[in-house]
């Protein structure tokens, strides 16, 4: 542990010493071309001299650097040319000193050629440099198009949601993963858990690290994790200590996630999202989070059969399309008397069907086990019939339901409870029922996204 702590100690001197091994040997290579230019009588010894304070600060740089890499916080995949090309400029200084010196003499324009040689791998030595610190574009991310087109690196895109329903999108896995994977992953992982952590799961997560746990659920500002991705960059425990750090977005991201419950299994959509957060997720994964009917996740149905259609007008149905390009369609009753066999004939187009509207026709309880089957139904008008609680218990099933016409039946308070289970129902029309207000009053501010409603 003192080992490790001196280690630690000298090695953050690095970045201050590596600058003088670049001046002292830029320096020497300088007056040595102003010299001969001006052809000016001037002591080699100071030449050889800069040269000297070149190879030992340079030596101290390479060690220095060794010892900050040791601390596990770099990928040696990251730090591997910087490292021994660091090394080849101590080599290389050395060997500029010999020649300047006097004291190697390999050919004859070998001074030209150690002074190129010298500023070729400097120039690489610190890019490498600044990648490490500031990410791979640094050096080119304001420079003109053309140069950027050859040396400028495409940053990681996130995965884009465009055309996915946020009913679907698992917020661990699908939002925050992929952040971590880009950003922290590849020092916290099954291999390499720098600090004890590994990030390659929420499970892992949840168990912390070495400092314990890293995230403490719903309280971002007192999450280790969080804590470390906003300190200051300069500081030692920011992360991630090399590449890129977090975006301003993504910071935000990891904050949304932590104060709204860590959880592996939670949807986007049972999430309560604010504008700003809808703006934050459109502008990182393109999400669009405003919902969208129903019947647009129903373009491979199969087509409608003409024929069959027909056979519902025998039945006293009559239909029709309700979208372009969508094959669903609304059915209607216009008769006085609803049978089984035509409410059995309407199953028929079982998943075509997403508006029905069958009213004053007798239309009992157990008939709605029936309307019930209908896997894609939206809108279900069922007015004037007489239809109990027990009868409304059936609609349970009925997972895209959004609006329900009542008006006129025998419902009772009891239904309220259905209703507030059914989670796609957002209007219910309860004009002339045994609903009283105030249970409505009580419902509709207990469901926010439901609105029962008793008066035209």
Not at 81 to 96: C, D, E, P
Not at 138 to 167: G, R
Not at 228 to 242: E, G, V, Y
Request: net charge neutral; with cysteine; aromatic share 12%.
């Amino acid at each position: 542990m003192i080992v490790f702590d001196i280690s630690s100690f000298f090695g953050r001197f690095h970045p201050i010493v590596v600058h003088l091994p670049i001046g002292f040997i830029f320096l020497a290579i300088f007056l040595e071309i102003y010299v001969a230019y001006k052809k000016l009588n001037f002591s080699r010894r100071i030449i050889s001299f800069c040269w000297f304070l070149g190879f030992i600060s340079s030596f101290f740089a390479a060690l220095f650097g060794w010892l900050l890499a040791s601390n596990g916080y770099y990928i040696e995949e990251n730090i591997y040319i910087h490292r021994w090309s660091g090394i080849l400029i101590v080599f290389l200084s050395f060997i500029g000193w010999g020649i300047k010196a006097r004291i190697i003499n390999l050919f004859k324009s070998q001074d030209s050629f150690i002074n190129y040689t010298v500023l070729i791998f400097l120039l690489i030595v610190g890019h490498q440099g600044g990648n490490i610190t500031h990410g791979e574009n640094y050096l080119f991310e304001y420079a003109p198009d053309f140069v950027k087109k050859y040396f400028y690196k495409e940053k990681n895109q996130l995965i884009s949601y465009k055309e996915k329903e946020i009913d679907s999108i698992e917020v661990f896995s699908e939002l925050i993963l992929p952040v971590f994977e880009n950003k922290c992953i590849a020092c916290h992982n099954n291999d390499i858990s720098s600090g004890g952590l590994n990030m390659i799961s929420l499970e892992k997560i949840l168990v912390g690290g070495a400092a314990g746990s890293s995230i403490i659920d719903g309280n971002s500002l007192s999450s280790p994790i969080f804590k470390r991705i906003t300190l200051p960059q300069s500081h030692s425990k920011f992360m991630p200590p090399s590449g890129e750090p977090l975006t301003y977005d993504e910071i935000n991201l990891i904050e949304w996630w932590i104060n709204n419950g860590v959880k592996n299994d939670i949807r986007l959509i049972d999430i309560e999202l604010s504008n700003e957060e809808e703006l934050l997720l459109a502008r990182l994964f393109e999400i669009d989070t405003k919902p969208k009917p129903w019947y647009e996740k129903l373009k491979n149905l199969e087509e409608l059969n003409s024929e069959e259609l027909k056979k519902l007008e025998v039945k006293n149905l009559s239909w029709k399309q309700l979208a372009n390009n969508y094959p669903v369609i609304e059915i209607k009753f216009n008769g006085n008397d609803i049978s089984d066999d035509v409410l059995n004939e309407i199953l028929k187009f079982n998943k075509h069907v997403i508006s029905l509207t069958i009213k004053k026709s007798g239309l009992n309880d157990s008939q709605i086990n029936i309307i019930s089957k209908l896997e894609n139904l939206m809108i279900l008008n069922i007015q004037n019939n007489p239809i109990t609680d027990d009868g409304i218990k059936g609609i349970n099933s009925l997972n895209h339901l959004e609006r329900l016409n009542l008006y006129g039946t025998n419902v009772t308070d009891k239904s309220l409870e259905t209703f507030a289970s059914i989670k796609s129902l957002k209007k219910i029309y309860l004009w002339n029922t045994k609903v009283s207000k105030e249970k409505v009053s009580e419902f509709n501010r207990e469901n926010k996204s439901k609105e029962a409603l008793l008066d035209f």
